[in-house]
């Protein structure tokens, strides 16, 4: 679904990817780890395109994006969540979860300012299919029509999750999608990214330093180096791998669970 | 944004609230009427800042400025080409829309102080062009406005007037809230928030600064277009800085990003320098002075004085404000606001 | 007159007016580069300060020299009093906010002024000789030519100052990487309350400077907007870009005054300032930081 080939990313000397690529297969659950430093935010901004690759290409359901703008890969179907939580504020739930539909929806200024009947079964439609599909599925029924500022953290990563899912995309990013939770809010989420990929079939990239997380819901692996992919392979071949033992381990701050 | 559960008691109590103002001008003095109708044509104009400032996060220092583009419009379609004023004002809207892309187009794609430069040059620019641009805009000594024709009434006095802007604002403002709750109006915000994930989820950045501010322009015209009726009289003397920083005072007095907050803002600003007036006269008429020289820079600090305290200690204004009071009256504290995750 | 003289001698003049506009944009920058504020009240602190020397040397007959030191000392205070009072607690909100801020604060000086000093034309000392400069058969009027001189004489001791001086160090290291600066034990506050004086002084000399040419009056203020361009185009955080640039639109000021009629004097700044945006809107010196996608 996601083929990423070989991607240089260089910041004036600093090497930050050296011939990276990670294959994202059609409905499976793809994680990629690493120590910190190993380059996995970078290739999640080189995938949705903010830093340009000097060199390697990024395709999506075999159409090549490497060229387009990051609102262009929403419209080809990419959707993403963000390491720190990025919820626009002053919005409801609901209002932060629509805009994650943003590019399924037609209407403009005029068409909305009018109220013209277009415009406003698109809304209805979109709000059925919010609580049809996302509420339910992400448990956010009470907190729907609350400002997202006032919601805890957990919370709040569950709506950015929503958020992602609203627009039924082809690929999902998920950057550290259970930093900074308690190991109850961790099986949650990690029951979440399951469900979503059991009902919906999409298929997720994830960026995790949680092991447990990451063995325990992947179906495959790649594991960076200082910017170089070291290992990939189902979470049995990783945890086995020698050279992913080394890298954590001479490193020493991941805890291998 | 207002709960989506209570929409239909909202549209109660403003359908009660059109109605009362279709009744006022049988109720009150002809100076309330007048007040109400200068009341209304700000109305328009604060609306057209939120849009810009308060939701898309556009600042502007020139809205004035645009506003006069929209009076001399106004008067100059009445004069030259002898449009009625059903055309005239949409023509001003669009003539203000046209001058503010012209002057924000280049600073759309950079950072937002640039654009703050860019209005600012362009208040002083158009008031320059005002002033100077003799053959058209007849100088300081302004230009006649002719009453506006309604079904061959014209709208000769204060009531009259007041029931066209009473129209315009009711319309206006139900464009607005309809934009502000669609798709594009969740775009303005996401704008303003965080510009980088909007792109991620796919909202075009430049494009929607792009209609924000030339939406926010077109109000600012129809403002000034019926101003031009209002006052049957335009010259570049009503549109300068000052103008700008009242308009900027009310958006942040009412409440960034608040439909409701606009017209509170509105409706405070404009009694604002009334009070203001009041106030000096009779402090000076106690003590002997004749305080009216120092009622310009009077308002210039008192403005000035609200847009830094509201900033400061009540960024989002009056209509927070009213929000919590009536929250405090009506519910009891929510306690599922935080549950729902363990923590 | 001979046009090329005519040409020259105009050019001259706006240069030399420029001196003031680069001394009144250095204050900015030094505010912009510390703290990544924009500070819209320039002007009129400028303006403040030149209405405290008229009452001092002029109301309280203390004569110039007394009359620029507590100048100076209000210009000063009151600069710590809105660092203190409105901009602290701005820390970490939006840009946009605080430009609101900034620009509310120059409204409500703007009125302070216009209240407490009245609308009227004051006269204060005449601290420069009025005795033409005459260079090469170009009369340039004393006035100006001395107000540049001096302006000169201060760009170079502030500049001398940020390089060699410890708090000039500080200033330049929290301009660069605040979060760095903190670690080495420099207290970014000060640094940004020392960033506010340093505008104070030099507004206030500008201010001297500008009334003395010009005349002391409310409008005053609003020759820093002027200075707008002066600080687009040198770019914002370029010390260097922002004193060519002072002079450099001082000087088409003058020529476009020169050339299109007085009353287009006081729109080039800003026609010139869209220009810029239009073209190159980081501007001469200005680092790539300052643009975005």
């Known amino acids: 679904m996601l083929r990423v080939d070989g991607i240089h990313l260089a910041f004036g000397g600093l090497r930050a990817l050296s011939g990276v690529s990670v294959h994202a297969e059609r409905g499976r659950i793809t994680s990629v780890i690493g120590p910190n430093g190993a380059g996995k935010t970078s290739l999640f901004n080189v995938i949705s395109g903010f830093y340009t690759p000097q060199q390697g290409t990024v ?13 262009a890969r929403a419209r080809a179907g990419m959707s993403r969540t963000f390491q720190n939580i990025a919820l626009f504020h002053g919005m409801t739930v609901l209002d932060n979860i629509k805009l994650g539909a943003h590019t399924t929806l037609k209407s403009g200024v005029f068409s909305a300012g009018f109220r013209l009947p277009g415009a406003r079964r698109e809304e209805r439609e979109l709000s059925a299919a919010i609580q049809r599909d996302i509420i339910g599925l992400l448990e956010l029924d009470t907190v729907q029509h609350h400002y997202v500022e006032d919601l805890a953290y957990g919370l709040q990563k569950r709506v950015e999750l929503a958020r992602a899912l609203v627009m039924k995309p ?7 999608p259970v930093a900074g939770m308690n190991s109850e809010e961790k099986s949650e989420m990690s029951r979440f990214v399951l469900n979503v990929r059991k009902d919906w079939h999409t298929s997720v990239l994830l960026i995790e330093h949680d092991m447990s997380m990451v063995m325990g819901i992947s179906d495959h692996i790649v594991v960076l180096s200082f910017g170089k992919p070291i290992a990939a392979g189902t979470p049995d071949e990783v945890r086995a791998n020698p050279d992913v033992i080394k890298a954590y381990l001479g490193t020493g701050d991941e805890a291998a669970s | 944004m207002p709960h989506a559960p209570r929409f239909s008691r909202n549209t109660l109590w403003a359908l009660l609230l059109v109605a009362a103002l279709v009744a006022l001008p049988a109720a009150v003095p002809r100076y309330w009427i007048y007040f109400a109708g200068l009341l209304g044509i700000n109305i328009i104009a604060v609306h057209g800042l939120n849009i810009m400032t308060g939701y898309t996060g556009l600042l502007s220092l020139g809205h004035a400025a645009f506003v006069g583009v929209g009076a001399y419009t106004v008067a100059l379609a009445q004069s030259r080409l002898g449009l009625p004023f059903y055309l005239a004002i949409p023509l001003a809207g669009l003539a203000a829309a046209v001058m503010g892309v012209g002057f924000g187009l280049p600073s759309l794609r950079i950072r937002g102080l640039y654009l703050v430069i860019a209005t600012l040059a362009a208040q002083f620019i158009l008031n320059f062009v005002f002033v100077h641009w003799q053959s058209v805009t007849n100088g300081d000594a302004g230009l006649t406005v002719q009453p506006a024709m309604v079904f061959g ?3 000769n006095n204060e009531t009259r007037a007041y029931y066209l802007i009473l129209a315009c604002d009711v319309a206006f403002t139900l464009f607005a809230v309809n934009v502000i709750r669609s798709r594009v109006g969740r ?7 965080r510009d980088r994930t909007a792109e991620v989820l796919g909202v075009r950045i430049v494009w929607y600064k792009f209609v924000a501010f030339a939406l926010g322009s077109f109000y600012a015209g129809v403002a000034g277009g019926l101003l031009a009726y209002f006052n049957q009289f335009v010259n570049p003397e009503q549109f300068g800085l000052l103008l700008s920083v009242f308009f900027l005072s009310a958006v942040i007095v009412g409440g960034m990003g608040s439909i409701l907050g606009a017209i509170m803002g509105a409706v405070f600003m404009t009694l604002l320098p009334e009070i203001l007036r009041g106030g000096a006269l009779s402090i000076g008429g106690t003590f002997g002075f004749d305080l009216s020289s120092i009622l310009v820079p009077l308002r210039e600090t008192v403005f ?10 009540e960024p989002r204004g009056l209509a927070q404000l009213w929000k919590r009071a009536r929250y405090a009256l009506h519910r009891p504290p929510n306690p599922d606001a935080r549950s729902g995750g363990a923590s | 007159m001979n046009p090329f003289v ?9 240069i030399a007016g420029g001196g003031i506009y680069a001394l009144i944009a250095l204050g900015t920058v030094v505010i912009f580069k510390s703290s990544q504020t924009f500070n819209f009240a320039m002007g009129e602190m400028m303006m403040l300060s030149a209405y405290f020397f008229y009452t001092a040397a002029v109301t309280f007959a203390l004569g110039p020299l007394l009359g620029l ?8 205070a009151v600069a710590l009093l809105i660092e203190r009072f409105a901009l602290r607690p701005m820390m970490g909100r939006p840009f946009i906010a605080v430009v609101m801020v900034t620009f509310g604060i120059g409204s409500i000086l703007r009125g302070i002024v216009g209240m407490v000093w009245g609308p009227a034309d004051l006269q204060i000392p005449a601290i420069l000789a009025r005795t033409p400069v005459i260079i090469g058969g170009m009369f340039i009027p004393g006035k100006t030519a001395r107000a540049f001189a001096i302006a000169v004489v201060i760009v170079c001791a502030l500049i001398g100052f940020l390089r060699y001086s410890r708090a000039g160090v500080a200033l330049r290291a929290a301009a660069a990487d605040q979060i760095t600066a903190y670690s080495m034990g420099i207290d970014v506050r000060r640094v940004v309350a020392f960033s506010w004086v340093i505008a104070a002084i030099t507004g206030c000399i500008s201010g001297v400077l500008m009334a003395n040419v010009n005349s002391l009056n409310p409008s005053l203020g609003l020759v820093a907007l002027n200075v707008l361009s002066v600080i687009i185009l040198g770019g914002m955080n370029s010390i260097g870009g922002v004193l060519v640039a002072g002079l450099l639109i001082g000087w088409l000021e003058s020529v476009t005054g020169w050339w299109f009629g007085t009353e287009f004097r006081e729109i080039t700044p800003y026609v010139l300032a869209l220009l810029i945006l239009l073209v190159r809107p980081t501007g001469l010196f200005g680092s790539a930081q300052v643009e975005r996608i």
Do not use: H, M, N
């Not at chain 3, 005519?6 to 706006?14: I, P």
């Open chain 1, 170 to 176: 082809k690929i999902l990013l998920l950057d550290e």
């Open chain 2, 153 to 155: 009434y014209p709208l």
């Open chain 2, 304 to 313: 000035g004085l609200l847009i830094v305290g509201f900033l400061i200690l």
């Open chain 1, 59 to 71: 395709a999506l359901d075999g159409q090549p994006i490497t060229a387009l703008r990051p609102s």
């Open chain 2, 187 to 193: 775009a303005f915000v996401a704008v303003r928030e």
């Open chain 3, 69 to 76: 030191i507590l100048a100076l000392v209000g210009s000063v």
């Open chain 3, 6 to 14: 005519a040409f020259a001698e105009y050019s001259a003049v706006g």
